[in-house]
């Protein structure tokens, strides 16, 4: 059968069938919960409104923040025609035909503001794309990404549009979007105090994903408010936003190593619980833990390298969830561990030394010389064997001839290194001594 009514004649849907958030979608950008960084009076946003030059732009936040908001409220505050589109779901031929009616639209009067959601999807040719568009004035980018744009945009597109961070909405945000969603169903929620916090929490800075959750709430027919505990049976806790390969995934390892390196037991296992969580690799974990050992510890505590190495031998035996135990003891271990990165920067001064001093040979005293042409050339002559010197150290020299001594490792005043920085100052001493003895 025919449809009844077309779009011009459909009637109005009923308010109450209308997502809550589209119900309580901003209609000024002054009714934007959050973003505050941005949108304030002195704020970016502000900025430019006030001074009537609203450029391109790239929003760059997770989801759930308001970008696709904060786009359609800037195209009525500058008096431009709205278009958006995604790039999931946009092929070249699409771009062509926006850009396209964008241009009779410019030729009538009217400018275009083009919001592409997920722009950090499209291919660098796609990119390019836009870049003849934005220059002379036939649309007004505007691109929400959650992705970091340095990394997903290409640099031409970057040079011309400015970059705005949109934050995870905060508890008080939170809780402001709440009270205007019981203001707008004319009732309060069923939830204690305590229950209404983890109702939060559940969203995890996400308002769209607070709305999803309140929907769900005030359809239970409840008489007496739920707790904490009732409210988890009921709903299930919103998954963190974790990619294994975006953004997410290396601020998150970045925030265990420093942890660690800071020294904080606490932080470094609640930051290893939280990539775990997220679906992370155990045995990426155990990698970058032991190059913790290695590049943050080093030689002041010998031992966690054997500890690291240990824990993750005993995940590849025992498997999730009990191999993992083993992972966050060496995560406390490491943080609680002396530090110092006196290995790792010798490594890379003998790495740098090395490159500068190209082919040097080894003075002739330390070579070998298994023929006796070699032995006519000078090797070995005056080697002296380390074991027949009285306190089993000879002080020769060891570098090339024409490189100077330098000094490459230099331990600290802290845990094991306390021990080596001795043995480093007694061999320099006697070095320099028997360097004296010979000059006499």
């Avoid at 722009?119 to 990404?145: S, V």
């Avoid at 020294?263 to 974990?285: H, I, K, N, V």
């Avoid at 190495?309 to 498997?319: I, K, M, N, S, V």
């Avoid at 060891?398 to 100077?404: E, Q």
Wanted: charged share 25%.
């Amino acid at each position: 059968m025919a449809d009844l009514f077309d779009k011009g004649d459909a009637p109005a849907e009923p308010e109450r069938n209308r997502p809550l958030a589209d119900r309580l979608r901003p209609q000024s950008l002054g009714e934007v919960i959050g973003q505050e960084q941005v949108l304030g009076p002195d704020a970016p946003l502000g900025a430019m409104l006030a001074a009537g030059s609203l450029g391109s732009l790239i929003l760059w936040g997770p989801p759930g923040v308001g970008k696709t908001t904060i786009a359609r409220l800037l195209a009525d505050a500058s008096d431009l025609h709205f278009v958006q589109i995604s790039a999931i779901f946009t092929g070249v031929a699409d771009l062509k035909k926006v850009f396209e009616a964008a241009k009779i639209r410019r030729g009538n009067g009217q400018g275009t503001l083009l919001f592409v959601d997920e722009i950090h999807r499209f291919n660098k040719a796609q990119q390019d794309g836009f870049l003849p568009y934005m220059e002379d004035g036939t649309i007004m980018l505007i691109g929400a990404t959650t992705e970091n744009p340095s990394f997903e945009l290409n640099a031409a597109l970057l040079s011309r549009a400015q970059v705005l961070v949109l934050e995870r909405l905060s508890p008080a945000d939170l809780e402001r979007l709440t009270q205007r969603a019981e203001k707008e169903l004319g009732r309060p929620l069923p939830l204690t105090g305590a229950a209404r916090d983890t109702l939060h929490e559940m969203a995890d800075g996400d308002g769209r994903a607070l709305l999803n959750l309140i929907e769900q709430v005030t359809a239970w027919k409840i008489d007496t408010p739920l707790d904490p505990t009732a409210l988890g049976a009921r709903l299930m806790r919103r998954a963190s936003k974790y990619d294994k390969s975006g953004d997410e995934h290396y601020n998150l390892i970045s925030a265990l190593h420093k942890s660690v390196r800071g020294s904080d037991p606490d932080a470094a296992l609640y930051w290893f619980a939280r990539m775990l969580t997220g679906g992370e690799d155990p045995r990426y974990l155990a990698r970058r833990i032991l190059r913790m050992a290695i590049e943050d510890i080093g030689l002041a505590d010998p031992q966690a390298q054997t500890v690291c190495q240990h824990a993750w031998e005993t995940y590849e035996r025992l498997g999730s969830p009990e191999g993992e135990l083993a992972l966050g003891q060496a995560v406390a271990y490491l943080a609680l561990a002396p530090k110092s990165n006196a290995g790792y920067v010798a490594y890379k001064a003998a790495m740098q030394l090395a490159k500068k001093t190209g082919s040097a040979p080894p003075p002739k005293h330390i070579l070998n010389a298994p023929t006796s042409m070699m032995k006519d050339q000078g090797y070995g002559a005056g080697y002296a064997y380390d074991h027949d010197a009285e306190d089993a150290f000879s002080g020769q020299n060891y570098f090339p001839d024409d490189v100077k001594r330098p000094v490459l490792y230099a331990p600290v005043e802290r845990g094991f290194e306390r021990e080596l920085k001795k043995r480093v100052d007694w061999f320099a001493k006697k070095r320099a001594e028997r360097q004296r003895q010979d000059k006499e």
